[in-house]
């Protein structure tokens, strides 16, 4: 590394879909990546298990730390002991629904979580050699004041999740403005990939297709079915986190594909993969979806999965980061659930 400055990222969420992404990147590009993970009475270092290093050995770059966005000390220590040159603040309880059942958590951890990391690195003086991304969201946007949504589309919080993160993405602006950070918002479109959380809806019904076809589940529940949104694979997505700190200036952008398709048609075309099509009966809470050559139903509506208040649809406009970042999606909605689907089969044959 003579003569070059060391690039040191440090990763909050690391455990998640997009930090097990974002370092297998980083480390492709020869950062050394520090990652933070939660205590958790079971392993949860699945996603990243393939970047574990022995830290006895020399050269080690990839180290995680024990850590948690609501407890300060925790981050003033590890910005300090890692001196991070970029971080990527992805560490979120990132689930909408779930926000609704503990929304104080959510807010100390993905608001307040947000504000503690800027502050430790302002604490610790780095803020002018630091530079900072923050995992901002469409579903600022939530109920859409203007289609499709751009940088400069008014934001309109739906949950707490969305209110937590509304308060990310100014704390974000606020340390740009008034201490010089390099801190950039990168307001993200749903994107998905085979490690997508379990109890999304992308991943919900790739696993239960895989299920299905194994005969090992005979119907899926879900709820709204014409909820839209705009699918992006999460491979493309980290892409575009890293450009945003390689930029000479800060900013704020949004990463979409600029395709929008709804939940009932991303069950189609999973079902379709397995040569399964789908005849759909009913309507709302009484709709089914059937096997069009048995005649079982496959697909039913719980009303357990519905949000006290639902973003209905999202669709991106990502001009921004095409002209300044160079940045464009490569996988198509069809190659990502078709990928999805086949991970779910292979992982559903491994096990048995
Ligand atoms: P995941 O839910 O897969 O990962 C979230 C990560 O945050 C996990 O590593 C989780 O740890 C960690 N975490 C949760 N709470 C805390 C906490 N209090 N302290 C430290 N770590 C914590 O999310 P994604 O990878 O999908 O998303 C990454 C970020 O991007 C999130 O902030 C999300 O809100 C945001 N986002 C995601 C989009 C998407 O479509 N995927 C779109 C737009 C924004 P553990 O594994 O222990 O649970
Ligand atoms: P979202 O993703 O809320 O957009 O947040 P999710 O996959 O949970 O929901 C997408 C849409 O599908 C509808 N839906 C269901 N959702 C789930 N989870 N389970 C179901 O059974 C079901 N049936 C229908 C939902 O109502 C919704 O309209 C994700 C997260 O990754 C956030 O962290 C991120 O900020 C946004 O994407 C952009």
Redesign the pocket.
């Known amino acids: 590394m003579k003569g070059r400055t060391l690039k040191v990222a440090l990763i ?8 097990a992404y974002l370092a297998d990147l980083l480390l492709s590009k020869g950062y050394v990546v520090h990652g ?3 205590r ?1 009475s079971s392993f ?1 270092t699945g996603r990243v298990e393939h970047l574990y290093q022995d830290p006895h050995e020399s050269d080690v770059r990839f180290r995680m730390h024990y ?4 407890d300060a000390t925790n981050l003033i220590r590890l910005v300090q002991e890692v001196k991070p040159t970029e971080v990527y603040n ?5 689930h909408v629904q779930v926000s609704f059942e503990t929304p104080e958590y959510t807010a100390n ?1 993905d608001a307040l ?1 947000t504000l503690r990391l800027l502050e430790a690195i302002r604490i610790l003086g780095m803020e002018k050699t630091t530079r900072f991304y923050q ?4 579903e600022l946007y939530g109920k859409v004041q203007e289609v499709p949504q751009r940088e400069t589309t008014p934001f309109y919080p739906r949950s707490p999740y969305a209110a937590a ?1 509304l308060y990310a993405y100014w704390i974000t602006v606020n340390y740009r403005e008034a201490y010089g950070m390099h801190a950039s918002n990168g307001i ?4 998905e990939s085979p490690i997508r ?1 379990e109890t999304f809806v992308t991943r919900k019904i790739t696993r239960a297709v895989a299920a299905m076809h194994n005969g090992a589940q005979d119907c899926l529940y879900l709820g709204n079915l014409d909820a839209q949104r705009d699918w992006g694979h ?1 491979r493309d997505y980290v892409e575009g986190m890293w450009r945003m700190l390689q930029q000479d200036e800060p900013g704020d952008y949004v990463l979409a594909t600029g395709e929008m398709h709804s939940v009932r048609e991303f069950v189609e075309r999973a079902f379709a993969a397995v040569g399964t099509s789908i005849e759909w009966r009913g309507t709302g809470i009484d709709e089914i979806g059937a096997d069009s050559a048995s005649g079982k139903t496959i697909v039913k509506v719980d009303p357990r999965y519905f949000r006290p208040t639902e973003v209905e649809e999202l669709l991106g406009d990502a001009t921004k980061a095409r002209d300044v970042l160079g940045w464009t999606h490569t996988t198509t909605f069809a190659e990502l659930v078709e990928d999805m689907v086949r991970s779910d089969l292979d992982a559903f044959s491994a096990a048995r």
């Not at 992805?90 to 990132?94: D, G, H, N, V």
Request: hydrophobic share 30%; glycine share 18%; proline share 0%.
């Open positions: 909050t969420g690391i455990t998640g879909q997009d930090g933070v993970k939660r958790s949860n850590g948690d966005l609501t992805l560490a979120a309880q990132s951890s979580g995992a901002s969201t469409s993160k993200l479109f749903n994107h959380g999460a």
